[in-house]
T-cell receptor, first 121, second 113 residues
Framework: ETGVTQSPTHLIKTRGQQVTLRCSSQ?????VSWYQQALGQGPQFIFQ???????GRGNFPPRFSGLQFPNYSSELNVNALELDDSALYLC????????????????????FGPGTRLTVL | GEDVEQSLFLSVREGDSSVINCTYT??????LYWYKQEPGAGLQLLTY?????DMKQDQRLTVLLNKKDKHLSLRIADTQTGDSAIYFC?????????????FGSGTRLQVQP
């Protein structure tokens, strides 16, 4: 158990709809990252939030957006759902290192939640 | 995940050692990680190694890093049926601002009783 929780566990939507997924961070962690894991693939980085601001984004279109709240919990919103958005969505929480060995912005030891399985029909 | 490559499948007998291999391309990688994913579950962080180390041992797990060849391996001693899962290697790269993990496609480990 990592202490990272996600809701809902499963979700079915149709093309064109919008979806909101939620994540609660592990206590003491101020950084949340979201990943998309398609079937049979490794997770791919969507974006990261630190102190309520987006702090890095992967190769995903703007219809993927997020929020981080003062208690460090987070939401992932996806608009205009497409069939290819069907995947397991994982959030990971971490404590951002200050003055780490390689970079002050290094984010180490990301702890993952159980994921939300999204099916788009 | 094409910058981190893993073999797809490994089958071993219970009690044997398992060795899962991974190659990566980014020489600026600082930390390299091994995660375990059981069916229908999220990712469990197993262990990690900092790039200035050659080896790290943690109970039944041994991580070996060959920086010259950009090769990472995870050895599981005395493999048990409960070790059956998908294992992902991942690195923390400079081109993501050392923020995002870049994962391989995973190696499915099957442990035969």
């Amino acid at each position: 158990e990592t202490g990272v929780t996600q809701s809902p566990t499963h979700l079915i939507k149709t093309r064109g709809q919008q979806v909101t997924l939620r994540c609660s961070s592990q206590s003491g962690h101020n950084t949340v990252s979201w990943y998309q894991q398609a079937l049979g693939q490794g997770p791919q980085f969507i974006f990261q939030y630190y102190r309520e601001e987006e702090n890095g984004r992967g190769n995903f279109p703007p219809r993927f957006s997020g929020l981080q709240f003062p208690n460090y919990s987070s939401e992932l919103n996806v608009n205009a759902l497409e069939l290819d958005d069907s995947a397991l969505y994982l959030c990971a929480s971490s404590a951002r290192l200050a003055g780490g060995p390689a970079s002050p912005w290094l984010v180490h030891e990301q702890f993952f939640g159980p994921g939300t399985r999204l099916t788009v029909l | 995940g094409e910058d981190v490559e893993q073999s797809l499948f490994l089958s071993v007998r219970e009690g044997d050692s398992s060795v899962i291999n991974c190659t990566y391309t980014d020489s600026s990688s600082t930390y390299l990680y091994w995660y375990k994913q059981e069916p229908g579950a999220g990712l469990q962080l197993l262990t990690y190694i900092f790039s200035n180390m050659d080896m790290k041992q943690d109970q039944r797990l041994t991580v070996l890093l060959n920086k010259k060849d950009k090769h990472l391996s995870l050895r599981i001693a005395d493999t048990q049926t409960g070790d059956s899962a998908i294992y992902f290697c991942a690195d923390l790269r400079k081109d993501t601002g050392r923020r995002a993990l870049t994962f391989g496609s995973g190696t499915r480990l099957q442990v035969q009783p």
